[in-house]
């Protein structure tokens, strides 16, 4: 099950209605009260929801107090862990400690209604460890984390549950300076970037006929792979499978198709490695990075035909170093079941459930869901 937190900046957008150009600081968003302007915080994370209702159910929700998304999830009658009773005006502060919170209860996704400046708020607190999914609520809407529209919003839940083409993305994050927007003046600043999740067909120099080529797109991607490794000087392990296979001829690596490889800075450092072999060499302090695929139309990541990457291993390496690769097409032969993993460790099972990135194309990323409850 998926674990999303729902974040609302409730008093965003106030000031559009009001011509203030912008919401940001309190004494802006009480003038804006004043002359009887509208936010639109709630009201569009509402429609989102309501895009999503048909899986909001599957999904392990997490929020903050009050009108920052508590009221809205009980209004769904959805269960939810509340993180901090919260009833005073929100602010960016606040924003700021909630996604902080979230970034500790380890949830897989973001999901907040705001704008630019809640995007702002949002970055200094997760930087891009997490990936983001905005409902676009504010005034100035420069940034380019948010959804088009909240009913899209809604959608990318739809298909993140239901195993369909989610790409991933990195979005910037801009600002105006409203005081300078009031005078006339346009001045942007870049502030980063955030990890965010929006809809994903397929590229056009990867397609015939209207189809992904398997084949092109499994060179992009080992293209990139390639490229990444040869840009860095850790040590890596090459899994089995096809896919995996293309990266290791692409190394000129004496590689198997059905064992583990391994690989550091031009050299190859093991063939066909067993359990025992990866234990003896690396320092849980030190990780290598893990190179898998997943088996088409089953989807098993782990735990099928790769035992040799045993559970005490791989509580060993970070999420972030696992490089998870496959065309979209085979994706899609999963008919929206999510990638599985069975390591015989159930609380690792349980620990790697959740959104993972997986390569897709050059420069090419998609999240998909894994779990590790096969067939319920």
Request: net charge negative; charged share 25%; with cysteine.
């Amino acid at each position: 099950m998926l674990k999303i937190a729902l974040l609302i900046n409730p008093i965003a957008g106030i000031g559009g209605t009001a011509g203030l150009k912008g919401s940001d600081g309190q004494a802006v968003q009480h003038k804006a009260a004043a002359l009887g302007g509208v936010p639109r915080g709630v009201a569009r994370m509402r429609r989102t929801l309501a895009r999503a209702k048909k899986v909001i159910e599957q999904i392990d929700w997490v929020t903050w107090g009050g009108s920052m998304g508590a009221e809205l999830l009980d209004e769904f009658e959805i269960p939810c862990q509340v993180l901090e009773i919260f009833a005073g005006e929100s602010t960016g502060i606040e924003t700021h400690r909630a996604a902080a919170r979230f970034l500790d209860e380890n949830v897989d996704l973001l999901v907040f209604a705001g704008g630019d400046g809640t995007a702002r708020d949002i970055l200094a607190a997760i930087e891009n460890r997490l990936p983001v999914l905005g409902v676009p609520a504010g005034v100035k809407m420069h940034s380019g984390v948010f959804a088009t529209t909240p009913e899209v919003a809604g959608e990318v839940l739809v298909r993140l549950v239901h195993g369909g083409l989610v790409t991933s993305t990195l979005g910037d994050v801009r600002d105006l300076d409203e005081a300078a927007l009031r005078a006339g003046l346009l001045r942007p600043r870049f502030y980063g970037e955030l990890l965010v999740p929006e809809l994903g067909g397929f590229l056009q120099h990867t397609k015939q006929g209207g189809r992904e080529s398997e084949v092109l797109a499994l060179e992009e991607i080992t293209a990139d792979v390639v490229e990444r490794i040869e840009a860095d000087n850790r040590v890596y392990i090459l899994g089995p499978g096809s896919s995996v296979m293309s990266v290791k001829h692409s190394l000129s690596m004496e590689a198997t198709l059905i064992g583990l490889d391994v690989w550091h800075a031009g050299t190859q450092l093991g063939k066909d490695v067993n359990a025992q072999w990866l234990h003896d060499r690396f320092d849980p302090g030190h990780p290598p990075v893990l190179i898998v695929s997943f088996t088409r139309t089953q989807g098993f990541l782990f735990g099928r035909g790769n035992q040799q990457l045993s559970s005490q291993f791989l509580k060993n390496i970070p999420r972030r170093d696992v490089w998870v690769i496959g065309t979209r097409s085979k994706l899609l032969s999963l008919q929206g079941r999510p990638l599985l993993i069975d390591t015989d460790d159930p609380e690792l099972d349980r620990a790697w459930s959740g959104l993972l990135e997986v390569t897709t194309g050059y420069e090419d990323r998609m999240w998909y869901r894994v779990d590790y409850r096969a067939g319920l």
